[in-house]
T-cell receptor, first 113, second 110 residues
Framework: DAGVTQSPTHLIKTRGQHVTLRCSPI?????VSWYQQVLGQGPQFIFQ???????GRGNFPDRFSARQFPNYSSELNVNALLLGDSALYLC????????????FGDGTRLSIL | GQSLEQPSEVTAVEGAIVQINCTYQ??????LSWYQQHDGGAPTFLSY????GLEETGRFSSFLSRSDSYGYLLLQELQMKDSASYFC???????????FGKGTRLSVIA
């Protein structure tokens, strides 16, 4: 079975632009969570979706938004990009969102110039 | 809020045993997880403790004391491939699935 897949793997943007990152969960998993990982730090929670509804939101500005589709895939959108948004964006899936383990994708490396 | 403390770096010799400690402060607690992340890779799940005590999975064991808000990851028979960052993470109350510590970078030397 395929694991969590994320696209694109790498992305370079400039300040002020917007970006859309995509995630496909493991088949059968209904929850997707998004994390931001800055170099040298642990992943920081951004959003969680379960059954297409937002279940949780971390301490991120409104420039960050997400949604989950009927097939349980998900998109993370970031508007008005700042240099500080440069990070590895990780998607994790699980059956119900609070169960363990969370299965992570390889992430999207976003660089802002 | 929730916060976790773990050592930033640990160095150990191949074949030895190493323990990585984690203390946490959280409003509500469901369990403590451990994840391994190699440079450039995704975090991969190692273990999960919801109850006090020791969980063993091969060379890796994890311990939890809820009364002390403390846990540790024990790695035995260290191998060079164990060089990676190790994160403890708490599943707490509210809708936050995982809160991660800053990670412990383990270097295994010959």
């Amino acid at each position: 079975d395929a694991g969590v897949t994320q696209s694109p793997t790498h992305l370079i943007k400039t300040r002020g632009q917007h970006v859309t990152l995509r995630c496909s969960p493991i088949s059968g998993h209904k929850s997707v969570s998004w994390y931001q990982q800055v170099l040298g730090q642990g992943p920081q929670f951004i959003f969680q979706y379960y059954e297409k509804e937002e279940r949780g939101r971390g301490n991120f500005p409104d420039r960050f938004s997400a949604r989950q589709f009927p097939n349980y895939s998900s998109e993370l959108n970031v508007n008005a990009l700042l240099l500080g948004d440069s990070a590895l964006y990780l998607c994790a899936s699980s059956f119900n969102g609070v169960d363990q383990p969370q299965h992570f994708g390889d992430g999207t490396r976003l660089s802002i110039l | 809020g929730q916060s976790l403390e773990q050592p930033s770096e640990v160095t150990a010799v191949e074949g030895a045993i190493v323990q990585i400690n984690c203390t946490y402060q959280t409003s509500g607690f469901y369990g403590l997880s451990w994840y391994q992340q190699h440079d450039g890779g995704a975090p991969t799940f190692l273990s999960y403790n919801a109850l006090d005590g020791l969980e063993e999975t091969g060379r890796f064991s994890s311990f939890l004391s809820r009364s002390d808000s403390y846990g540790y990851l024990l790695l035995q028979e260290l191998q060079m491939k164990d060089s990676a960052s190790y994160f403890c993470a708490v599943t707490g109350s509210g809708n936050t699935p995982l809160v991660f510590g800053k990670g412990t970078r383990l270097s295994v030397i010959a």
